[in-house]
Structure formats: C-alpha cells, structure tokens
Antibody, heavy 123, light 108 residues
Framework: EVQLEQSGGGLVRPGRSLRLSCAVSGFRFGDYAMGWFRQAPGKGLEWVGFIRSKPYGGTAEYAASVKGRFTISRDDSKSIAYLQMNSLKTEDTAVYYC??????????????WGQGTLVTVSS | EIVLTQSPGTLSLSPGERATLSCRASQSVSNAHLAWYQQKAGQAPRLLFHGPSNRATGIPDTFSVSGSGTDFTLTISRLEPEDFAVYYCQQYGDLPFTFGQGTKLEIK
C-alpha cells in the first residue's frame, strides 16, 4: 500500500523558514518524481513544484510564486522528499500536500497524495 | 501560463442525475496532458483521470471524460451521494502546471 506521511507544518513568523518532510512507503521511491501542492484556506489547488527522479536528472521545477524561496529536495536513501520554505510570507499560509508523481519525460501528474499539513504564516 | 477556466462554478443536482463539468484552456494543452481530481471536504484530492481519458485505479465507469485541445469535459452519468465534491482540472504539459478554479458539485 502506498503511503505518504507528511510532517513539519505549523505556525511561523513572516520572513522565517520551515521545512516540510514527506516520508513514503509502498513503492520504490527512487523511481518516481515527487510533487508539492498547496491550498490556501477556502481556496483552490495550487501547484508548488516537483522534483524528478535521478534517472531523469533529479532536477526540480517551481511555480513563479515560490521560485527562489522554496527548494524541493529528495533523499532516496531514506525515501523522503522535502520542501524547504524560506522567506515565508503571509500568503504562503495553506495546507501543503506532497504527492507521488508519474513523470516520464514530459509532464507530471499526481497519483498519490499525502494527508496534508497546515502551514500558517503570521506575526 | 495556461489558464484553465472551469464551468459552472457550482452545479446543483440530485442523486441519479447526470453531471457535466467543463474545463476550457487558454491555449491548447500539450500532449493532452490534462488531469481531473476530486476533492471532498477535509480530504486530499484524488486523481480521477489523466492523459486526458485514462481512468485512475478504482474510479467507477460512471465517470468519463472527453475533449481535446482547449476544451475538456468530465461527465458523471448517474450521481451517487459520494460524488458530491469539488472537481478540479489540471494541465501538466506546460510549466507552470496550472489548475482550474474548481467546480463544486452540490446536492440539490
């Protein structure tokens, strides 16, 4: 059974940093891209970014709203994906979801989703 | 960036009725890389279709999709109580990947 267990959310002051983790089981982590999405309270879904698997270069792509502030990484030895969030803004307040993606060289869609973790940016 | 516009914003129907949800893109979706997700209140989204007409595991055949290019449709042929939720389309062919604003399917 595929499981994505998220951790690391919480309340943080504007300008500070936070790191989210996504520990997975039930599939070969190194074979898959991993994604991050978010949903502000009462709003729709927003793509944050994704990281390719090592066979596809292990590189990441980001939404313009987070590029330069957020970094997606992965530790294939631990089967964990990370979302490092720096210079947080109040508009980053949202439930953040990690996903297991299907990516085969063009395009990436989310097949499995974590339970979500709330990040609140407030002074 | 590709803008996806979903309509209607809210659809009020009764169990047993047919639902038709639209997703229109501001430009052609590359390689038909369009997905549909269902989200129930307080839950993570669930993949329904990708590519655009490949049904995800466990999705009943009362759900179907059609369309290409810039116009896509999700149809639920006969609504069950558990189908009332918010539905999102997403294009994943061109960066940045984008979502429509969602269609809320509510019980009439």
């Amino acid at each position: 059974e595929v499981q994505l267990e998220q951790s690391g959310g919480g309340l943080v002051r504007p300008g500070r940093s936070l790191r989210l983790s996504c520990a997975v089981s039930g599939f070969r982590f190194g074979d898959y891209a991993m994604g991050w999405f978010r949903q502000a309270p009462g709003k729709g879904l927003e793509w944050v970014g994704f990281i390719r698997s090592k066979p596809y270069g292990g590189t990441a792509e980001y939404a313009a709203s987070v590029k330069g502030r957020f970094t997606i990484s992965r530790d294939d030895s631990k089967s964990i994906a990370y979302l490092q969030m720096n210079s947080l803004k109040t508009e980053d307040t949202a439930v953040y979801y990690c996903t297991r993606e299907n990516y085969y060289g063009s395009g990436s869609y989310a097949v499995y989703w974590g339970q979500g973790t709330l990040v609140t940016v407030s002074s | 960036e590709i803008v996806l516009t979903q309509s209607p914003g809210t659809l009020s129907l009764s169990p047993g009725e047919r639902a038709t949800l639209s997703c229109r893109a501001s430009q052609s979706v590359s390689n038909a890389h369009l997905a549909w997700y269902q989200q129930k209140a307080g839950q993570a989204p669930r993949l329904l279709f990708h590519g655009p007409s490949n049904r995800a595991t466990g999705i009943p055949d009362t759900f179907s999709v059609s369309g290409s290019g810039t116009d896509f449709t999700l149809t639920i042929s006969r609504l069950e109580p558990e189908d009332f939720a918010v539905y999102y389309c997403q294009q994943y062919g061109d960066l940045p990947f984008t979502f429509g604003q969602g269609t809320k399917l509510e019980i009439k």
